[in-house]
């Protein structure tokens, strides 16, 4: 099976992000990089990720999406 789908991790200003406790790895579904995402936010936060883009290969699947909650 093929890692196709990725998040795309974005700062305060929307620039991409990479580093230590942020997936470098693809997902094989959809649903397996949702699953990493629901358990996952609170540390993205804490790393310092406002944002996520879900992509599967190059395209846009949704996103820009906040990681805050909506006030």
Do not use: C, I, K
């Not at 996952?40 to 879900?54: F, H, I, N, P, Q």
């Amino acid at each position: 099976m093929s890692a196709d789908w990725s998040w795309l991790f974005l700062d305060a200003h929307g620039n991409p992000m990479e580093g230590e406790g942020l997936a470098t790895t693809g997902f094989p579904t959809q649903s397996d990089a949702e699953s990493y995402l629901g358990e996952s936010w609170r540390e993205l936060l804490d790393a310092g990720v406002e944002a996520v883009t879900l992509r599967e290969h190059d395209a846009v699947v949704y996103g820009p999406m906040s990681l805050r909650a909506a006030e």
